[in-house]
């Protein structure tokens, strides 16, 4: 069983930044994929930026490139998400998810963390 735990989350005005952080339980995190995704208020959870098992490999969404990164280091169990020029339509909840197949995915998450609320004021 794996643990996800956020943290970082916050308010920030916007052309802020926040840095998320998701720290993992278990021994197998390194060889998990994980993601970051969001859910405001009316609307439907979606994948904002993951990053397979090694760090080679990222994906983000068009609405975050360029001001959105992700990282991990698998020595600490923790996977970064670091957020730059916010705006106030990045205001959601923001989860950490892990895929066990270890690669890029959009929908094979199988462990969720219980979510960090990050508010951009305009």
């Known amino acids: 069983q794996v643990q996800l735990v956020e943290s970082g989350g916050g308010l920030v005005q916007a052309g802020g930044s926040l840095r998320l952080s998701c720290a993992s339980s278990?021994?197998?995190?390194?060889?998990?994929?994980m993601g970051w995704f969001r859910q405001a208020p009316g609307t439907e959870r979606e994948l904002v930026a993951a990053?397979?098992?090694?760090?080679?490999?990222?994906y983000y969404d068009d609405s975050v490139k360029g001001r959105f990164a992700i990282s991990r280091d698998n020595a600490k169990n923790t996977v970064n998400l670091e957020m730059n020029s916010l705006k106030p339509e990045d205001t959601a909840v923001y989860y950490c998810?892990?895929?066990?197949?270890?690669?890029?995915?959009?929908?094979?998450?199988?462990?969720w963390g219980q979510g960090t609320q990050v508010t951009v004021s305009s």
């Open positions: 998810a892990a895929d066990p197949s270890g690669i890029l995915s959009y929908n094979q998450y199988t462990y």
């Open positions: 278990g021994r197998t995190f390194s060889s998990y994929a």
């Open positions: 990053i397979n098992w090694s760090g080679e490999r990222t």
